[in-house]
């Protein structure tokens, strides 16, 4: 079968509710994936940050193969022998008592707004049905119902509706905005939901200060801060959740805990290093308890697999160093990328980022389709990426990628914005 066989029995038999560059995948390792020709991309997306880790990374498979042979589901009717040391595992990694296990992201989301609203109702006495959440502007949290029902994405909304209520929306990173919303009527205020970094918005990294002072109103107003780190956390920024700022402290020291620490940490994605869906919140006993047996659950959320591979994936992340290298690469290609905006300001407008999450804007309208093109050209040169909102390109490759790998990534994307360049004269 050709490239163009596989994409056409995508087109007839499955729902059109993506649009994705015309490259089939067969195979995928570290830094690189393959297309069924055997041509080999560096995959500067990595799954929405999901593959941190790295494609196929061997101990996350041997986890995963050797924990699938032996015990797969046992579903929460039961105990099994992988949750409890996963817990105590996870809890311990990022300085919580508590995790409830789901598999998805937008799970994860979902758990958190239904654990804030009830904390609301039962701990901070919240009038029944008033409990509301504040939201940020140009947010992503997933796309259940509940969720993009505080959506300022046409696409993500329109037409899904009757929404779900309860949500309050205000200008994402403006903290004056946030204390005002609070100051309102902090009474009927449950929590504050917000992403430590925007990355579908366009990857918008809000000012030092923000997350502090978010941190700092929630706890003035008995509010719970909600963080969703499903794309932000374990690495990618360059610490090991962005929470934590430009500490490399894990998750432990003094001033994370003292500032910014959220009351509901929400982790998706690298959790599984991309291998099977995982995610998880964690809180501690002050919060979680007012979930009870029967109250909330998953099928899957828990399974031994699931257990088995997070743990490895975590490990891996603090085994090879893949926070420190986010750190230490993530300047290097912010630096190369601002000499190619300098050098090529018709087509570049700014590079922005943290860690090896980045992005490129491009000098184009949003409906414009240069981003676009130029993605098409990075993937004749060997380089995967994908824009977002149109104008914008972000680049975010496997943590386990080198100096020397960045550095011919970053004459890739030089050489196709050059091609693009000159194609504009
Ligand atoms: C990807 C993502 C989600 C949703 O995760 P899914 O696994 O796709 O449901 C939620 N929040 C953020 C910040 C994300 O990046």
Redesign the pocket.
Known sequence: MTPQDYIALEDRHGAHNYHPLPVVLAEGRGVYVYDVAGKQYFDFLSA??AVNQGHCHPRIVTALQQQAAKLALTSRAFHNDQLGPYEQYLTDYFAFDKVLPMN????A?ETAIKLCRKWGYEVKGIPTDRARIIVCGQN????TTTIISFSSDPNARGNFGPYTPGFESIPYGDAAALRQALANDPATIAGVLV?PIQ??AGVFVPDDDYLPAVAAACREHSVLFIA?E???GIGRTGALLRICGDCSCAGHCERQTTYTRPDIL?L??ALSGGTY?V?AVLADDAVMHVIRPGQHGSTFGGNPVACAVAREALQVVIDEKLTQNARRLGHLFRQRMQQLVEQYPETLVLVRGKGLLNALVINDSEDSDTAWNLCLALADRGLLAKPTHGNIIRFAPPLVISEAELLEACGIIAEAVRSRALAEI
């Open positions: 929405y940050s998805t992201g937008a799970e989301v992503f949290h997933g796309r992403e990355g579908e969703d499903i794309q932000t929400i998706g994605k869906p995610s």
